[in-house]
């Protein structure tokens, strides 16, 4: 459930030495080799101008490598007809860094579009869209145009848009920098959801908090390239095992005390958390 150098016999996603420029640029992406397996989650941090929305964007289907392999639902994406696209992307909801809603639209119907353009009813989908436009307490705002809501309200129309249609794949690009901690958390535990029912997701952030949340692996990119730090849990099974190999361990364990536990309960039992126990996250973390 990680990604990981091509460990996963058919993953969602494949990368083999992709290399990624802009026009005659600079390679801003360098070397990138990595599995989304099917039904992982996975976060994606780096400085501002690393390349995360890039990389993004090659995994939504929007840019093409410069260089490099890159599958997506067992396809070749380079050699994808061009009218096989707009079925690949489909399967993938994006939450965008910048939102992209339709302003002439009302919330309701900006988060009912993926669902209209499969051709479904709107009896069919009333209730869903307005159960999950009031979870993200969007209820009394259904009829508002976009440009009439705040920043973060805009963010959660345009994250409600993409897991309404229960994607394979969910690509959020700094899904929670314009809401408040606890709304934050609440988003979180909406992917995590999403997640239990199968889908794989990739969540770019500056967002450490958020991060901490979730024992899940972490791609950074620095200097165009990508490190894949694995899950606090596999770390502390591999810190046991070199520990046991050695009868003198001389390195601390780098992991927390609840390893091997599901990712998601964590996120949920952060959910459940007295607000008070919020000041003592700081430290808990290496
Ligand atoms: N359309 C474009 N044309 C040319 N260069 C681009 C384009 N989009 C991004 N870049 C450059 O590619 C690099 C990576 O940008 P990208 O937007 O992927 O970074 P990022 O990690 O998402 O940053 P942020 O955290 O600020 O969102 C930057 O140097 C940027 O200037
Ligand atoms: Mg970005």
């Given at each position: 459930?990680?990604?990981?150098?091509?460990?996963d016999p058919e993953p969602v996603v494949r990368f083999d030495?992709v290399?990624?420029?802009?026009?005659?640029?600079?390679?801003?992406?360098?070397?990138?080799?990595?599995d989304l397996?099917r039904?992982?989650?996975?976060?994606?941090?780096?400085?501002?101008?690393?390349?995360?929305?890039?990389?993004?964007?090659l995994i939504y289907l929007a840019a093409k490598p410069?260089?490099g392999l890159i599958s997506c639902f067992g396809r070749d994406v380079a050699t994808l007809p061009r009218d096989e696209l707009p079925d690949l992307r489909r399967r993938i909801?994006?939450?965008?860094?910048?939102?992209?809603?339709?302003?002439?639209?009302?919330?309701?119907?900006?988060?009912?579009?993926?669902?209209?353009?499969?051709?479904?009813?709107?009896?069919?989908?009333?209730?869903?869209?307005?159960?999950?436009?009031?979870?993200?307490?969007?209820?009394?705002?259904?009829?508002?145009?976009?440009?009439?809501?705040?920043?973060?309200?805009?963010?959660?129309?345009?994250?409600?848009?993409?897991?309404?249609?229960?994607?394979e794949i969910?690509?959020?690009?700094?899904?929670?920098?314009?809401?408040?901690?606890?709304?934050?958390?609440?988003?979180?535990?909406?992917?995590?959801?999403?997640?239990?029912?199968?889908?794989t997701?990739?969540?770019?952030?500056?967002?450490?908090?958020?991060?901490?949340?979730?024992?899940?692996?972490?791609?950074?990119?620095?200097?165009?390239?990508?490190?894949?730090?694995?899950?606090?849990?596999?770390?502390?099974?591999?810190?046991?095992?070199?520990?046991?190999?050695?009868?003198?361990?001389?390195?601390?364990?780098?992991?927390?005390?609840?390893?091997?536990?599901?990712?998601?309960?964590?996120?949920?039992?952060?959910?459940?958390?007295?607000?008070?126990?919020?000041?003592?996250?700081?430290?808990?973390?290496?």
């Open positions: 459930m990680t990604a990981s150098p091509h460990s030495n290399g990624m420029r802009y026009g005659r640029g600079p390679e801003i992406l360098r070397d990138l080799s990595f397996p039904g992982s989650f996975q976060f994606l941090t780096g400085p501002s101008g690393a390349g995360k929305t890039s990389l993004l964007k410069s260089r909801g994006v939450v965008f860094q910048e939102f992209r809603l339709l302003n002439h639209l009302s919330v309701f119907d900006n988060v009912a579009l993926p669902l209209r353009v499969t051709g479904k009813k709107r009896s069919d989908y009333a209730e869903d869209v307005a159960e999950l436009l009031a979870w993200v307490g969007l209820g009394d705002k259904m009829s508002a145009l976009p440009p009439t809501l705040s920043g973060g309200e805009q963010q959660r129309v345009a994250i409600a848009r993409a897991v309404v249609g229960q994607p969910l690509i959020a690009d700094e899904p929670t920098g314009n809401v408040d901690p606890e709304m934050g958390m609440r988003l979180l535990r909406l992917f995590a959801e999403l997640n239990k029912l199968g889908t997701i990739v969540i770019a952030t500056h967002d450490l908090q958020l991060v901490r949340m979730v024992d899940a692996p972490v791609m950074t990119l620095a200097n165009g390239h990508l490190h894949i730090r694995p899950p606090r849990s596999q770390r502390q099974r591999e810190a046991d095992l070199r520990n046991s190999l050695d009868p003198e361990p001389d390195m601390p364990s780098p992991a927390d005390t609840d390893s091997g536990e599901d990712p998601m309960d964590a996120v949920a039992r952060a959910m459940e958390m007295p607000e008070d126990d919020e000041t003592d996250g700081e430290d808990r973390d290496e």
